[in-house]
């Protein structure tokens, strides 16, 4: 079974900064990317950024500039920068990945989601 664990979340002021940890565990074999969403009340779900397996990133428009993702392939773990946060950045943030395991073909994962709240 995969899992995706995350960490990182909570209150912020305006301005601030927040580092997300996510760490993919059990039978894995190959990890194509790695990622962000969020969805804030009443709204979508909306990509934030993600990161392939060859370190290609991808950025919501909104982001681009203060956020940073990045990956540790040897620890399967994705982290999530954020810095000069603002205030509709308040949103759940839900890790993804798309796994290939020894015990199921190639599918996405989520993990549980972590809250981000940025007000004064």
């Known amino acids: 079974q995969v899992q995706l664990v995350e960490s990182g979340g909570g209150l912020v002021q305006p301005g601030g900064s927040l580092r997300l940890s996510c760490a993919a565990s059990?039978?894995?074999?190959?990890?194509?990317?790695m990622g962000w969403y969020r969805q804030a009340p009443g709204k979508e779900l909306d990509l934030v950024a993600l990161?392939?397996?060859?370190?290609?990133?991808n950025y919501a428009d909104s982001v681009k500039g203060r956020f940073t993702i990045s990956r540790d392939s040897t620890k399967n773990t994705v982290l999530l920068q954020m810095n000069s946060l603002k205030p509709e950045d308040t949103a759940v943030y839900y890790c993804?990945?798309?796994?290939?395991?020894?015990?199921?073909?190639?599918?996405?994962?989520w993990g549980q989601g972590t809250q981000v709240s940025v007000s004064s």
């Open positions: 993804n990945a798309l796994i290939r395991s020894y015990i199921a073909p190639i599918r996405n994962y």
């Open positions: 990161i392939t397996g060859g370190g290609t990133t």
């Open positions: 059990g039978s894995i074999v190959s990890i194509n990317y």
